[in-house]
């Protein structure tokens, strides 16, 4: 970076000093080219005990005022964590997960801490703005399973204009053997031997094929990678594609794209984006030929306000942008859970098409309480949560379409009193329908 690199991807163990190396950086930087710049937590809440307040043991200060001695700021702002500096350059510590609602001018240099945790699309949206500015962006982190930070580092080590480094606590000798056996001793009396075992390889040893904790489907993943299920899977032309759908408010929403054979299904297509409406997510599908069934969740009778005539989403997906909806069968978040712990040994995914979707269900895990240091019977609600509810959805819906989709019965052979009222006002000639209407 001192020699004018612009990408940088560090997978160092655990209390290898990786924050620290990029907090001072930072300050460097601040001197050198008054502008904005930002560290980035996976979540905003996380920034204040890991960075802000957090204090060097080894020294007694903040390692913020280690990083940025008082000397050179014009003021300190606690409550949004923030510093300005005399030269009129500013620091400011995020979270992937506020990233986008952050006032003030776009950054020239990122720090994105704890990488492999943060949502990826926070990168995605700050990436051309970096271009732009001519900034640079450090990626910092520990290994948490294939997701996106392994597909980052396999990206970096093949790139001229990237650094990427992997290093484990054999490789820089920072921390000691007996340290990390007390470790492990210590994470097995809280988690299990099993888990424990995880969590050191993970954690010191940098392993990207360690089990994440507390993951719901990472073991069935696994396999699916070993079976070699997780490659190209291309549309069959002749079977509808049906899709699954996590409706958010103002949030992520996500869409998995599947069909439906006799013995298993190809999961072909995944997509989420945050703050369009549902014409953006039809268009998608519609582009591509996905007219299938689109399963959705029970909150999407909720109305929409502002829709004419207060129409619930399911109508607005139905009457306006034509879509055949269905609500997903009704069932408890653990029955939706076991149903994709089901469902996994019956799926084919497409790699490319579906990767930011492999990377939820990978992520996807219970929420760990860290006052009670328990699992909690809920699942955490980070950047993965989206693909993974809309996966819950599918893996309960998945079997219906084996059935025609809503085919009527012959109007010949059914008695008017069977008819249901939608049925009855639609039966019949079109002036028989408007006589009843």
């Known amino acids: 970076m001192a020699s004018g690199g612009k990408r940088a991807l560090g997978v160092w163990h655990r209390r290898s000093g990786k924050d620290e190396v990029c907090l001072h950086w930072a300050a460097i930087c601040t ?55 005399k030269n009129g350059a500013t620091w400011q510590v995020v979270g992937s997960d506020n990233f986008n609602s952050t006032v003030g001018s776009p950054p020239a240099g990122v720090v994105f801490s704890e990488w492999a945790l943060s949502n990826p699309a926070a990168y995605g949206y700050l990436a051309p703005i970096l271009v732009e500015n001519d900034g640079w962006a450090m990626f910092i982190t520990t290994s948490r399973g294939r997701n996106h930070c392994k597909s980052m580092l396999d990206m970096a080590r093949t790139r001229d204009d990237w650094f990427a480094e992997v290093l484990s606590a054999d490789d820089t000798g920072a921390i000691s053997k007996t340290a990390i056996e007390v470790q492990r001793v210590e994470y097995a009396g809280i988690f299990g031997q099993e888990a424990a075992d995880s969590l050191i390889e993970q954690e010191y040893y940098c392993s990207f094929d360690a089990a994440v904790l507390g993951s719901y489907w990472g073991k069935e993943l696994r396999v699916a990678e070993a079976e070699g299920r997780i490659g190209r899977v291309p549309v069959n032309p002749d079977l509808p594609v049906t899709t699954a759908w996590d409706i958010g408010v103002g949030d992520s929403m996500a869409i998995w794209c599947f069909q439906v ?17 549902f014409d953006h997510y039809c268009e998608w599908l519609d582009e591509r030929g996905y007219n299938g069934i689109d399963y959705v969740p029970h909150d999407a009778k909720v109305r929409e306000p502002g829709a004419p005539g207060a129409r619930s989403r399911i109508q607005t997906l139905i009457e306006v942008h034509k879509r055949k909806c269905e609500l997903v069968p009704l069932q408890s978040i653990a029955d939706g859970i076991n149903a994709g712990r089901r469902t996994l040994p019956f799926a084919r995914f497409d790699a490319v098409r579906c990767k930011r979707g492999l990377d939820c269900l990978r992520e996807y895990k219970v929420k760990w309480d860290a006052k009670k240091m328990v699992f909690l019977d809920t699942p955490d609600h980070g950047w993965p949560s989206h693909g993974g509810s809309a996966w819950r959805y599918l893996s309960v819906s998945w079997r219906s379409p084996m059935r025609p989709h809503n085919e009527p019965e012959p109007e010949l052979f059914r008695q008017i009193t069977e008819l249901t009222f939608d049925e009855w006002r639609d039966f019949g000639t079109d002036d028989e329908k408007a006589a009843r209407a």
């Open 31 to 85: 001197q050198r080219r008054p502008a904005t710049y930002w560290h980035m937590l996976p979540e905003y809440a996380q920034g204040r005990k890991a960075i802000w307040a957090a204090v060097n043991p080894h020294t007694g200060k903040r390692r913020i005022d280690e990083a940025f001695p008082k000397e050179i700021r014009a003021s300190t702002n606690e409550q949004e964590m923030f510093i300005r500096f």
């Open 261 to 277: 054979y006799h013995d298993h299904i190809d999961v072909v297509d995944y997509y989420e984006n945050s703050g369009l409406g």
